[in-house]
């Protein structure tokens, strides 16, 4: 099989070739990502890419469920099991999986999402069969006990101390999205709310493992050095006997629009203001969405940015800066977060992104002081709308990061779980690329006019006390 990595190469290759001339007919990519899916009777939805390039396998568990899933009462109880999932089975005890491989140099972790888990180990091709074993074994025989659910319980109520209970912007995250959804289950956090995690009970426990936990509900990736037939032969034998049960179907309530700006100021002790504003923009699967990440990356990705420009080097009221289009399954947010510098107030910082914001609103047109220049009130030497060559930028920078993201068997694992679990499509990013390409001045301007609202944005200061 050839090199998955040589593949992907020759795509993003072929894509920039694409950006550098956005003039140019439409290029058909004509590469596919050389991989094999398969589906047990089960439900159990298994990917491979092979690739030797180095002696590595990336092996990742895609659970569809994440705290969308949740309902107030068990928040949280997607996330609980990221650490009981480690607990052990009535054959491989507690601590086993870590002995079993860390001790041999596997890295092995999980994380949750809104919309998923993963769980996911990388290790020496040799190990591949104990991994299968461990993983398959714990998808059958998890032991789940009030003893063990309550030393987790503890053990999450202290990461949820570190990470959002004492931590300011951890604090402003919970809020942004307790702020924007008043309907939707975004609005929880995904470590979930004390209260809910004390009170799950090894019955909602159990229920919640046998719906969401199981075959029907999850998609294996496995990225490396392996032979796929052989894998294939190995994944069925240890994963077909597993029962399963009908993939339970998302009830989602619809966020209505928001209709009116939403504020909140928090204080605490801390020496700088800082703030974040959030903007309700569309799911992953809009259209939309890659005019939005063109709009990020112009104005917020790195020190050459609009914002970073502006805020950081010319006016100096900002120590730091970021923004990203968060567009997920769902409709998600794009989100701007930053620390004043020094004295300067939030309401400062505020007025100046408003600018920045509204600045991709008007229609491409020369730069200040030149014939069709900017609006008023934008410094000199600021382009007014987009350019095409800021967009050319921006497809370039979008598309080396994808490339160095996938340079390990993890990371190129990762892309393939992560739009096969939310599209259903494991090589949809090669299309993906391709429509950044085809992002226009026109669409930037379009996607700003309709979602960078005043009455469609949250805004959370937090304070000094």
């Known amino acids: 099989m050839a090199s998955i990595h040589l593949v992907l190469i020759f795509i993003l290759a072929s894509v920039m070739a694409q950006a550098a001339d956005q003039n140019a007919g439409e290029t058909q990519l004509g590469i596919q990502l050389n991989y094999q899916k398969r589906t047990l009777p089960n439900g159990l ?25 949740e309902v107030p009462g068990i928040t949280g109880i997607s996330h609980l099991f ?25 890295e092995i972790n999980a994380y949750t999402t809104r919309d998923y888990t993963v769980y996911y180990e990388t290790f020496a091709s040799h190990m ?15 032991t789940l006990t009030d ?11 202290e990461e949820r101390r570190l990470q959002t209970d004492n931590s300011p912007e951890g604090k402003m995250q919970e809020v942004i999205w307790q702020l924007a959804y008043r309907y939707h289950p975004y609005q929880w956090p995904v470590i979930g709310y004390p209260k809910d995690v004390m009170a799950i009970t090894l019955t909602q426990l159990l229920n919640y493992f046998k719906s969401y936990y199981q075959p029907a509900n999850a998609a294996l990736v496995v990225v490396g050095d392996f032979k ?40 605490d002790q801390i020496l700088s203001e800082r703030i974040v504003l959030a903007y309700h923009v569309c799911a992953g699967d809009n259209e939309d969405s890659y005019a939005l990440d063109i709009a990020a990356n112009i104005l917020f990705q790195g020190t050459s940015s609009r914002a970073y420009r502006r805020l950081v080097e010319e006016k100096g009221i900002m120590s730091g800066i970021t923004g990203s289009a968060y567009t997920p399954t769902y409709p998600g947010l794009f989100i701007v977060a930053g620390t004043l510098k ?32 900017v609006p008023s009130g934008v410094p000199s030497g600021v382009p007014s709308g987009v350019t095409d060559e800021e967009i050319r930028v921006a497809v370039k920078q979008l598309t080396l990061q994808l490339a160095d993201s996938i340079r390990t068997p993890h990371g190129l694992g990762q ?51």
């Open 415 to 465: 892309l393939i779980g992560t739009v096969q679990t939310i599209f259903g499509d494991p090589k949809r990013f090669v299309g993906d690329l391709a429509k950044y390409s085809k992002v226009k001045a026109a669409d930037v301007q379009r996607v700003a006019q309709k979602y960078f609202d005043p009455n469609n944005r949250v805004v959370v200061t937090l304070v000094p006390k």
């Open 228 to 267: 796929t037939e052989d894998l294939f032969t190995l994944l069925t034998k240890s994963y077909e006997k597993i029962p399963s049960v009908p993939r339970p179907k998302r009830k989602i309530p619809d966020e209505f629009p928001q209709g009116e700006e939403r504020r909140l100021i928090l204080r």
């Open 147 to 157: 003893e063990i659910l309550n030393n987790e319980k503890r053990v999450v109520l």
């Open 342 to 373: 020094g004295k300067a107030s939030s309401g400062l910082a505020e007025a100046e992104l408003s600018k920045l914001m509204n600045e991709l609103k008007e229609e491409t047109g020369g730069v200040a002081g030149a014939p069709g220049g």
């Open 82 to 106: 990221e650490h009981l999932m480690f607990k052990g089975t009535p054959k491989y005890g507690p601590r086993k999986f870590f002995e079993e491989l860390e001790s041999k140099g596997a």
């Open 128 to 142: 591949l069969a104990k991994v299968v074993d461990l993983e398959a074994d714990r998808m059958a025989n998890l």
């Open 45 to 69: 939805v298994i990917i491979l890419a092979e690739d030797h390039t180095v002696p590595l396998v990336s092996f990742q568990t895609w659970y569809k469920v994440g705290s969308v899933d």
